[in-house]
């Protein structure tokens, strides 16, 4: 997580047709102008968000909001929508781009796919969960959309009670009110941004959840969800087995698919919410399985 945005200076990094920017003691940048005069439409303010972080690389949400006179809230709603679209990088209290974006790697590459049918698995399995709930949320770009999408009353403070090793949903929930948050300790794999080994496994042991959400990149009833990665598996299996009920979020091209290895078994599956361009054969036989599906 970046540090708290410092206090501006007088130095001047920037001028132009979006107004001035001045740099803080941390690098962050303070922002005024004729901009902040307007309220463009949501696409046009992302744009000139995309272009203001990559002039200067760090820019905070509170600035952003006072620049585009908008909610915190909205200004974070745009930077999660131009991370998925892999043009900068969410942090604590805002986001950086160029050269401190570098790490997004195969994760902003994954989070593009599909998103529209992301958005609809995330808004149908984020209302199976109830307030008083603990929930497990895996790595994963499709948890994460689920992440991004829970109900209004699941964000006030001590509703619900999330646990992960994904840095994206750390950063999504952290900006809530008061989040009652347990954020995994162990190895930071960029690919993913998300912890995994000994530690993460370990924390998970010593918990319990009355929900888990588990991402895959394959699914078959023949070898249950599968991830390309071994240590990604371990640590789904792990939520799997201390949660009393276990859903996957898949997209339909991951239904069929066969990946390098096992998570867990068909068997351990309660619910599958996927998006309604499945596949109806692979559907059938999943339900077969017995598995509950939920087409979003």
Known sequence: MSAHPGAPTAGTVGRGALGVASRGAEGDVSLRGPAALGTPGARDRRDQIARLVAEHERVSVAELAGRFLVTDASIRRDLVILEEEGRLRRVHGGAVGGAASRHLGSYAGKAREHREEKVRIGTAAAAMISAG??????????????????????????????????????????????????????????????????????????????????????????????????????????????????????????????????????????????????????VERIRAAGVEVILA
């Open 133 to 282: 709930d603990v929930v497990f949320l895996d790595s994963g770009t499709t948890v994460a959309a689920l992440a991004a999408r829970m109900p209004g009353p699941l964000r006030r403070s001590g509703a619900i009670t999330v646990v992960t090793p994904s840095l994206p949903i750390v950063e999504e929930i952290g900006s809530w009110e008061a989040p009652h948050l347990i954020c995994l300790g162990g190895l930071y794999l960029p690919d993913y941004r998300a912890v995994v080994g000994p530690q993460a496994v370990a924390g998970i042991r010593e918990l319990s959840a009355d929900i888990v959400f588990l991402g895959c990149e394959g699914l078959t009833t023949e070898e249950g969800l599968t991830t390309p990665h071994v240590l990604v598996a371990e640590v789904g299996a792990m939520m799997a087995a201390r949660a009393r009920r276990v859903v996957v979020v898949a997209d339909a091209s991951k239904l069929g698919q066969s990946g390098f290895t096992p998570i867990i078994p068909i068997s351990a599956v309660n619910t599958l919410v996927t998006d309604a361009g499945a596949d109806p054969a692979h």
